[in-house]
Nanobody
């Protein structure tokens, strides 16, 4: 049974940094594309970043480009999201997700990864940024 477990969420001030981690178990992590999504309070879930199995391709939504970095360590079955210069607009529950596809081609076919492009989900980690 595949499990994705997020960690590293918390409450910070605007301008601070956080690093989210997502550890996978029970599956072939090294062959999956991975992504981070987030759901702000009262809003729909949106994709934030994605990374291919080999880390040679990445995707970022416009509002986080230059501030967030997605990375992965296949030896540790872990994907990370480094978030710098956080703003209150980044407040959300952040979800880790996996797609049983090694590249980002399918995930970015229509622009941004969508919920139904992903096959496995974590339970989420809350990030709260205060001004």
């Amino acid at each position: 049974q595949v499990q994705l477990v997020e960690s590293g969420g918390g409450s910070v001030q605007a301008g601070d940094s956080l690093r989210l981690s997502c550890e996978s178990s029970g599956g072939t992590f090294a062959y999956w594309a991975m992504a981070w999504f987030r759901q702000p309070p009262g809003k729909e879930r949106e994709s934030v970043a994605a990374i291919s199995w080999s880390s040679d391709s990445t995707y970022y939504r416009d509002s986080v480009k230059g501030r967030f970095t997605i990375s992965r360590d296949n030896a540790k079955n872990t994907v990370y999201l480094q978030m710098n210069n956080l703003t209150p607009e980044d407040t959300a529950v952040y979800y880790c997700a996996a797609a049983r596809s090694p590249t980002l081609a399918r995930l970015t076919l229509y622009g941004a990864p969508r919920d139904h492009d992903m096959d496995y989900w974590g339970k989420g980690a809350l990030v709260t940024v205060s001004s």
